[in-house]
């Protein structure tokens, strides 16, 4: 049994509950949040000087409040970990041992993600400390992978493109759309298979499009519709790399 | 009954054809093709003089090759269509009775997309051909719309957004982590969920990540990572956009 104390209850903290909750192989002790929390049943505290003892303490607060939060912890030489994509190993207190458990995933209040599908990544400064993570983490989803602090930066630059950028890029099309009064549920078939595609084939294997056969009358059609939007500036850097890639 | 000639088959024919075959209501009476096509029991024909007669002549070749096709026919005053998302009604040849029938979807010869599931834009001059069209629609689809040529040349630059460039970006990402040897399935379950949420909420709310939420050290340090790739630009473009959105 790993007992685990969560400290965060936001996005992230509130599925890792759920999903650590379902897992019979994981206690959780106590939930730390600067409000109280309501409908569950673990014990609570709002206040960090009265954590309890936990194998593992698992910051899930915004970014620029982990090493706030690290930093007034309690305890010593306790496990303690984040879950940012974002921030390195290093901006946690040195006090304690450090290191990460990050699901792969963009989380929302009100959709369930099956966390059994989520890549977790971890890292530890101290290699028993590794394994407990690891070990957490198969409790949890079929995928487990050390990643280091370094790769870590660039699998959640990678996740910038194929998550927020992509949901801009689903806006512009509902903006594009609903300005001439377009439903913009005619494009959501078109979404679903745009991302089931790179399932089994690499995306450069099924890039198609006007850019891609260089179809520049298409292009000017699409530029002349975009004048005076702040989208035909996009739409001409994406050409571009679709069509120079590397080169550029 | 509804007797279709289909003419041309590129991954939008061959899937059209798969789709009729399996309507109980819609007979392929001819396939004309540039090459002959292997295991159809469809009579052929390579030869636009020997087309027989129908209800409907779909054009489904590559844009370029549409007015020319329309315009070899042999007939008059048939009811003639073609399938593309980005050229307009006008394209074709005058002498028949010109339609358009274009399914809202990306086709690859080796995947299977549901056909019942995709949108189908009709127009027609005529308004007992729209009619026609509209059957043939709702034969092989849920959904069928009628979009004039102006709206579906905006569809065709939103699907753009939403499948051309949105595979481009999965396609940068995966070079981003295929640089540092990071595997790019980590990312898969990232782009299903991406895809995924918008199936109940618009865009707009579940836009997250550092641009959204103005995360310049996050934004800083991604753009250090893509210094001297082309795809800093693309970073600078889209963060822009999502924190401007309309009034850059």
Request: proline share 4%; with cysteine; charged share 20%.
């Amino acid at each position: 049994m790993i007992n685990v104390i969560l400290l965060g209850f936001g996005n992230v903290g509130h599925h890792l509950y759920k999903a650590m909750e379902a897992s019979a192989g994981i206690a959780i002790v106590q939930i730390y949040n600067r409000s109280s929390i309501k409908d569950i049943t673990i014990p609570q505290t709002q206040d960090l000087s009265k954590l309890a003892k936990a194998d593992v303490y698992i910051i899930a607060v915004p970014d620029d409040s982990i090493a706030t939060v690290s930093e007034e912890l309690p305890m010593r030489n306790a496990l303690v970990v984040h879950t940012s994509g974002g921030v390195s190993l290093n901006t946690l207190s040195e006090k304690n041992r450090r290191g990460i458990f990050y699901p792969l995933q963009t989380f929302s209040k009100n959709t369930d993600v099956p966390f059994n599908t989520i890549p977790i990544c971890v890292e530890a400064e101290q290699e028993h400390d590794l394994e407990l993570l690891e070990s957490l983490g198969f409790l949890l989803s079929e995928t487990v992978v050390e990643i280091s602090s370094e790769e870590r930066a660039t699998l959640h630059l990678a996740a910038v493109f194929v998550n927020n950028f992509t949901n801009h890029l689903y806006q512009i099309a509902a903006d594009i759309t609903s300005e001439k009064n377009i439903n913009f549920e005619l494009l959501k078939p078109l979404v679903t298979e745009t991302a089931r595609k790179i399932e089994s084939l690499p995306p450069s294997e099924v890039q198609t499009g006007p850019a891609k056969r260089k179809d520049q009358k298409t292009i000017e059609k699409h530029l002349k519709l975009l004048e005076g939007t702040p989208y035909r500036s996009i739409y001409q850097a994406l050409t571009n790399s679709i069509q120079h890639g590397k080169k550029l």
